[in-house]
């Protein structure tokens, strides 16, 4: 369980940042964060993958067009975002529609539907054995949803170069991609997205060179060439379902999982960061990871958020008012 100090450190970086504020509905809504937890829990409860599926859907909301919940509108039309190649897999709608409605029957018209998604990801961290973190809220609901904006996602098959990119053009460092990568310490993923990397990654057929021999075997066994695609496999190998730095060990070592993750160490920048978390004194004078993971995920959380008078707060998540 995370330390009540480290809970105390990250209460104290997070403050109120682009109209965002914590503690946004202690007067309208006071229940609205208990609420979204008790759902998430129940939601963790009952499924084992619920956690990492509403982890990936706030940072797949976040960088299309900001934090504004526009991967949740589903109106059936071919341009919903929801729709988008980048979106492949992305899941956990029904967990925070679940949540909006119990917002709604206690304090309509309140609680926007892009704040649940950025405090149901919160809770999915902790309950994973993760730092609990504040989360500032006061988001608004955006009024578009379109599958070009999300174009630009990154993608499995990015170069580090590619990462760093998208990464500079949302407001996030280098040390941000580290961070937010780390979420894949948590959560499973399919072989159709490792076919690339064992079968197909030098010309002639080759396995990319970075997995660790031993590794790799592993890999084609879960993995066969012309097998079940779906068949799924954990980011972070020996810690597939508690939140922790092991997939930043592994990435060291040859053994992530994900191709991007592996470039994390084929960079110098990117490789300070990992190696920062490791060492004989990284204990007492190095940084937290723990820490440093929920200030990436806050800052993440303001890109491009709707306050004030902007946007909407929608009656249902699926649907513009």
Same mark, same amino acid.
């Given at each position: 369980?995370?330390?009540?100090?480290?809970?105390?450190?990250?209460?104290?970086?997070?403050?109120?940042?682009?109209?965002?504020?914590?503690?946004?509905?202690?007067?309208?809504?006071?229940?609205?964060?208990? $609420?979204?937890?008790?759902?998430?829990?129940?939601?963790?409860?009952?499924?084992?993958?619920?956690? @990492?599926?509403?982890?990936?859907?706030?940072?797949?909301?976040?960088?299309?067009?900001?934090?504004?919940?526009?991967?949740?509108?589903?109106?059936?039309?071919?341009?919903?975002?929801?729709?988008?190649?980048?979106?492949?897999?992305?899941?956990?709608?029904?967990?925070?529609?679940?949540?909006?409605?119990?917002?709604?029957?206690?304090?309509?018209?309140?609680?926007?539907?892009?704040?649940?998604?950025?405090?149901?990801?919160?809770?999915?961290?902790?309950?994973?054995?993760?730092?609990?973190?504040?989360? @500032?809220?006061?988001?608004?609901?955006?009024?578009?949803?379109?599958?070009?904006?999300?174009?630009?996602?990154?993608?499995?098959?990015?170069?580090?170069?590619?990462?760093?990119?998208?990464?500079?053009?949302?407001?996030?460092?280098?040390?941000?991609?580290?961070?937010?990568?780390?979420?894949?310490? $948590?959560?499973?993923?399919?072989?159709?997205?490792?076919?690339?990397?064992?079968?197909?990654?030098?010309?002639?057929?080759?396995?990319?060179?970075?997995?660790?021999?031993?590794?790799?075997?592993?890999?084609?066994?879960?993995?066969?060439?012309?097998?079940?695609?779906?068949?799924?496999?954990?980011?972070?190998?020996?810690?597939?379902?508690?939140?922790?730095?092991?997939?930043?060990?592994? $990435?060291?070592?040859?053994?992530?999982?994900?191709?991007?993750?592996?470039?994390?160490?084929?960079?110098?920048?990117?490789?300070?960061?990992?190696?920062?978390?490791?060492?004989?004194?990284?204990?007492?004078?190095?940084?937290?990871?723990?820490?440093?993971?929920?200030?990436?995920?806050?800052?993440?959380?303001?890109?491009?958020?709707?306050?004030?008078?902007?946007?909407? $707060?929608?009656?249902?998540?699926?649907?513009?008012?």
């Amino acid at each position: 369980m995370v330390p009540l100090l480290l809970i105390l450190i990250l209460s104290c970086f997070i403050g109120a940042s682009q109209g965002l504020q914590v503690g946004f509905y202690a007067n309208t809504c006071p229940n609205a964060e208990s $609420i979204v937890r008790r759902v998430v829990s129940e939601a963790a409860a009952s499924e084992q993958n619920a956690p @990492p599926v509403l982890l990936r859907l706030h940072f797949h909301d976040c960088f299309v067009n900001g934090c504004d919940g526009s991967i949740l509108i589903a109106t059936g039309l071919e341009t919903d975002e929801k729709g988008a190649f980048g979106h492949q897999g992305v899941q956990g709608f029904e967990i925070i529609e679940r949540a909006k409605a119990q917002l709604e029957a206690t304090c309509p018209g309140i609680v926007s539907c892009a704040d649940i998604v950025a405090l149901a990801a919160r809770d999915a961290v902790f309950l994973t054995n993760g730092p609990l973190y504040e989360v @500032p809220t006061g988001r608004r609901d955006g009024l578009v949803s379109n599958k070009s904006l999300a174009d630009n996602m990154p993608d499995i098959t990015d170069s580090i170069d590619t990462l760093k990119t998208k990464f500079s053009e949302k407001g996030l460092s280098e040390k941000d991609l580290v961070l937010l990568s780390s979420a894949h310490t $948590i959560g499973t993923t399919a072989c159709f997205f490792m076919t690339n990397r064992l079968y197909e990654f030098t010309a002639g057929g080759g396995s990319d060179p970075s997995i660790n021999p031993g590794f790799l075997s592993e890999l084609k066994g879960t993995c066969p060439q012309n097998g079940n695609v779906n068949t799924r496999l954990p980011m972070d190998r020996g810690s597939g379902q508690t939140f922790d730095n092991q997939i930043l060990q592994n $990435i060291r070592s040859g053994f992530a999982v994900l191709e991007t993750d592996a470039r994390l160490y084929e960079d110098a920048a990117t490789k300070n960061v990992v190696d920062s978390y490791f060492g004989f004194f990284r204990p007492f004078l190095g940084p937290s990871f723990e820490a440093d993971f929920a200030e990436a995920m806050v800052k993440m959380g303001e890109i491009g958020v709707l306050t004030g008078s902007e946007g909407e $707060i929608r009656r249902v998540c699926s649907a513009f008012n």
